[in-house]
């Protein structure tokens, strides 16, 4: 699958399967917004501030990923597919519908 | 769920929580004060993500009377002998020159819930709109008997909050005699940073391995067995710290002996050491002891979980190791930072009219140091269960290293370095 064909796929998902990132606009996108930032938020601790780790450090960098690598990746290590050492036992913490989230927020434009 | 669905869960959960969604407000988020007491992993990330999450819009103070942030995590390295306590130090000028957060050198003496505002020490009062307390833990040095006189003639000490105690501590440590003791008495659970006392052993001990090695350390645990990783800290003590580290389990420290440098148990016999290292039990941070928000035996505060409010006074937070914590919910820095992050977006929502997320996450992840390079973790995901109103791990989720790696002492850099920049910078 083509990069933007997921991305959209992805997308379109959220809206239909995601009702609390298919808000409108006005007073509840911003409470979208906000939800939205929030669970990307829990990845900040080890990847950075949203997904932008500080320069020399080992820890793997996201902040270069497209949404659909990070969603790829995590779905991957959810499944046991990747391997790793921390990552496997954290993205089963994680509904598929928030690892899409996670992914749209943290990932890099296209 | 459409939307409309979306509003009235968010708001009959709040409704039964809080009683916050739908009352009217007096003050809305660009007007209101927000004071954040603490500048730890905790306070340090309320106050930046409070800013971020409002879009900068928000006005929030810091009390906190350092100047830097001392990480605790890592810490351990330090009282090792390791690290230097400057790579574990940070200085506070991020979040008010990239967030435009005001910092101010001071504490808090007294709260008045009624008025709604602060006793500083310094003397001058100041008002808030919504008070966010992160003190970290208070130590129950009276549980101990002759804890606090050992500790005033500088016999013992804890270095449980990094800082000067733990650079005391390696120099105790630097300056016993080869063939002595290090002896290490650690609090039922819950206490902060459950791994951290095996991980202090174990730093200790590499440091004896390699300086001192005819000296011991014995672990005084009052809990029956290793809190927390303790399949992975007994193979280490068993094999790379053969014969120096020795764990006793059950052992209640009741009383310390400065002169004849000697600890008292309930029932066992009295240990001499020639380094006293007592963890007394822990509580909520002093003020919020001292404030009367330590509803939960009078030694954790009890909040609701989906915004971090006292069960015991509206309008103040409580975030961090303070509070009475859900199941399998560890006290620790990262778990501080996350706390941080659902109280911030809850406050903001709730002083923007909007609903607050029904459904918040927390992560923690703990990296222990066995020696200087190889790491050990434990990871754990949490969810709001609204049905019982508290967080659960979610089942099938977290877990641990299988054996010490040099690659998550890499990890464990990184991470902190990134928490440290998530919280401050």
Redesign the interface.
């Known amino acids: 699958m083509k990069p933007h064909s997921l991305l959209r796929t992805i997308g379109l998902a959220s809206v239909l399967a995601m009702p609390l990132t298919s808000l409108a606009q006005t007073p509840n996108a911003q409470a979208e917004k906000i939800y939205r930032l929030s669970l990307a938020a829990t990845c900040a601790n080890c990847h950075g501030t949203m997904g932008i780790s500080v320069p020399r450090v080992d820890i793997p960098k996201i902040h270069s990923l497209t949404a659909e690598m990070i969603y790829d990746q995590m779905m991957g290590f959810k499944s046991g597919k990747r391997s790793g050492t921390i990552m496997p036992q954290l993205a089963k913490g994680y509904t598929d519908e928030q690892i899409k989230i996670i992914a749209e927020v943290l990932g890099r434009e296209k | 769920?459409?939307?409309r669905?979306?509003?009235g869960q968010g708001a009959a959960l709040l409704g039964l929580s809080t009683g916050l969604v739908g009352v009217s407000r007096a003050k809305s988020l660009k007007s209101a004060h927000i004071v954040v007491v603490g500048a730890g992993y905790g306070g340090a990330t309320a106050a930046k993500?409070l800013k971020?999450?409002s879009d900068n819009t928000a006005q929030v103070t810091i009390i906190e009377p350092n100047a830097n942030f001392i990480s605790c995590p890592l810490s351990n390295l330090v009282v090792g002998g390791v690290e230097k306590i400057d790579a574990l130090t940070t200085p506070y000028t991020g979040l008010e020159k990239n967030h435009g957060i005001k910092m101010v050198k001071d504490s808090v003496a007294a709260i008045d819930a009624q008025k709604k505002t602060i006793q500083l020490a310094s003397g001058q009062s100041m008002k808030y709109d919504k008070l966010v307390l992160s003190p970290g833990i208070g130590m129950m040095m009276d549980k101990i008997e002759g804890l606090a006189e050992a500790n005033k003639a500088g016999i013992t000490l804890q270095a449980w909050k990094a800082g000067p105690e733990t650079v005391a501590l390696h120099k105790q440590i630097a300056e016993m005699k080869d063939g002595g003791v290090f002896a290490m008495t650690i609090p039922l659970a819950p206490y902060r940073c459950p791994p951290g006392p095996y991980e202090r052993a174990c730093q200790v001990a590499n440091y004896l391995k390699k300086n001192k090695p005819k000296s011991k350390v014995l672990i005084l645990d009052a809990n029956p067995d290793v809190t927390s990783k303790g399949a992975l800290f007994k193979k280490v003590w068993a094999e790379e710290y053969k014969g120096i580290i020795e764990y006793r389990g059950g052992l209640v420290a009741t009383a310390v002996d400065a002169k004849n440098r000697s600890i008292k148990f309930e029932v066992d016999d009295d240990v001499k050491a020639d380094v006293l290292n007592i963890l007394p039990p822990m509580s909520a941070g002093d003020l919020v002891v001292k404030a009367g928000l330590a509803n939960a035996n009078g030694r954790w505060a009890n909040v609701h979980y989906l915004n971090f409010e006292s069960t015991a006074a509206k309008d103040i937070h409580i975030i961090g190791d303070s509070i009475q914590i859900a199941p399998g919910m560890p006290k620790s820095g990262?778990m501080a930072?996350?706390h941080a992050?659902?109280l911030?977006?809850a406050i903001?929502?709730e002083l923007?009219?909007?609903?607050v997320?029904p459904?918040?996450?927390?992560?923690n992840?703990c990296y222990s140091f066995v020696n200087d390079r190889d790491v050990v973790?434990v990871?754990?995901?949490?969810?709001y269960v609204a049905a019982e109103k508290t967080f659960k791990?979610?089942p099938?989720?977290?877990?641990l290293?299988p054996e010490p790696?040099s690659?998550?002492g890499?990890?464990a850099?990184?991470?902190a370095?990134?928490?440290w920049?998530?919280s401050l910078?």
Request: proline content about 4%; charged content about 10%; overall charge positive.
């Open positions: 769920m459409n939307r669905h979306f509003l993500y971020l999450l990262h930072n996350q992050k659902v911030a977006a903001v929502c923007s009219d909007l609903p997320n459904q918040p996450m927390l992560t992840t973790h990871a754990s995901v949490h969810q791990t979610v099938g989720s977290g877990g290293s790696s690659k998550e890499l990890y850099w990184g991470w370095k990134n928490i920049a998530d910078a």
